[in-house]
């Protein structure tokens, strides 16, 4: 038997649980100039939906420029479409890095990800500001069903 939560059950749960109790420890990424092919073996491997993209990428006119970004599984798709080209990395991440402390509340969380309609968000500790982990739709929909 299932238990289906009613909408003001479902808030109190977000409401109540903080962002490190649901989010993945850890998070895979890739270099700016990886082939999609090799970014598709490391969610296929790891049975992720997104990686992060970070590093440098050299352009003769503009200089460096920082790229980062998250290519989900949905830009994957699309980068491997029939007709389109092999592209790196840095061309499909079409997700922008949105970030969320652990502390946070997962309501906070889900109205992030409401806000810049993404489905992942970057943890980042409080402390350093580093990346530790990922949180992701489906691990507020895994809080939300009862852990």
Excluded: K, N, Y
Excluded at 15 to 40: I, K, S, W
Excluded at 75 to 97: F, K, N, Q, S
């Amino acid at each position: 038997m299932t238990a289906h939560l009613s909408p003001s059950s479902s808030a109190d749960v977000l409401g109540r649980t903080r962002v490190r109790d649901a989010m993945q420890l850890g998070l895979f990424h890739c270099e700016p100039d990886d082939d999609v092919a090799a970014v598709a073996g490391t969610m296929a491997e790891q049975s992720i939906h997104s990686v992060v993209v970070a590093g440098i990428v050299r352009r003769d006119h503009a200089g460096d420029r920082l790229a980062w970004g998250i290519v989900s599984d949905l830009d994957l798709m699309r980068a491997m479409r029939p007709g389109a080209d092999e592209a790196a990395a840095a061309e499909v991440a079409g997700t922008e890095i949105v970030t969320v402390s652990p502390l946070e509340s997962l309501a906070q969380a889900v109205q992030l990800m409401d806000e810049h309609e993404t489905a992942h968000l970057v943890v980042v500790s409080p402390d350093t500001g580093r990346p530790v982990g990922m949180l992701s739709t489906l691990d507020v929909a895994r809080m939300i069903d009862g852990g």
